[in-house]
């Protein structure tokens, strides 16, 4: 009988944190709205510099069609550039915590290229690949690729001694280590680093769309900025936001269905 009673108790906790955790961000974006609106209303700001929530989903409702068409190539080249990076990420992570001489040696040199700033080596990536597809791509995938890179060499080495002294007393190989020991172990980590990748790759393809691109997110940012179409320029910043929690909120439905223990202190 205690059993059922607990059980059902942990069943309601459960709901409760569930729909404290829908409820809780949605007032937080009712609260936001409204001091918005508020302030545009109150200080009679004029439409050009900040235009009333109203105004914008108006310009979200009559424009939905142009600014889905502009938010399909960016969406490819921040998924494209998400992908690539983090696979290179993992890749070298993974070189890196076998060959400390690679890590010594080449370690620097991804510190200094993560370095310069990314309106810096957008540029010279166009110059590079053209103005297509490739180079926003390229921009989004070097974007991603430090954070990873720095989280899976990290989560690789985060290996408990004991655990991998017993690997050794069980004469445990290389790669049945790698495999059972210290990919789930970093996994935790890498999963950081790729709900961080979400908004950078997003941010990367834009970046790229302003360097020389006539379509996406970025370019019409350009153009409602030069127009001076303040309610445009919300709507393309809103439609680029949203597309960037429900990528955030893919990867973390991903992370829940890999990572099914319960993490220290959870």
């Not at 110059?127 to 597809?133: C, D, F, I």
């Amino acid at each position: 009988m205690e059993e059922a009673e607990m059980d059902a108790a942990w069943q309601a906790a459960q709901r409760r944190r569930k729909l404290r955790g829908w409820l809780l961000p949605s007032a937080g974006a009712g609260a936001l709205l409204f001091l918005w609106w508020a302030v545009v209303a109150y200080f009679h700001v004029r439409p050009f510099i900040a235009p009333s929530p109203e105004v914008v989903a108006i310009t979200l409702y009559q424009k939905f069609g142009m600014l889905m068409d502009n938010l399909a190539p960016t969406a490819i080249e921040a998924i494209g550039g998400f992908i690539i990076g983090n696979l290179l990420g993992i890749g070298i992570a993974t070189i890196f915590v076998h060959c400390r001489t690679m890590e010594q040696a080449f370690f620097p040199v991804a510190v200094f290229i993560n370095s310069i700033p990314i309106v810096a080596k957008a540029p010279i990536l166009v110059l590079m690949l053209g103005n297509g597809l490739a180079p926003k791509i390229a921009i989004s995938a070097v974007i991603c690729f430090f954070p990873t890179l720095v989280n899976m060499a990290r989560g690789l080495e985060a290996v408990s001694p004991q655990a991998m002294e017993l690997m050794h007393v069980l004469s445990g190989s290389r790669w049945e280590i790698f495999w059972k020991l210290r990919l789930p172990t970093s996994l935790p980590f890498l999963f950081s680093a790729l709900k961080v990748a979400t908004s950078t790759a997003v941010v990367g393809a834009i970046v790229g769309e302003w360097i020389g691109s006539q379509e996406g997110i970025g370019a019409l940012i350009i153009q409602a900025t030069y127009n001076f179409d303040s309610a445009l320029l919300y709507a393309v910043v809103l439609c680029g936001s949203a597309f960037s929690v429900a990528f955030f909120m893919a990867v973390r439905l991903l992370e829940r269905l890999v990572i099914r223990w319960e993490a220290p202190g959870g």
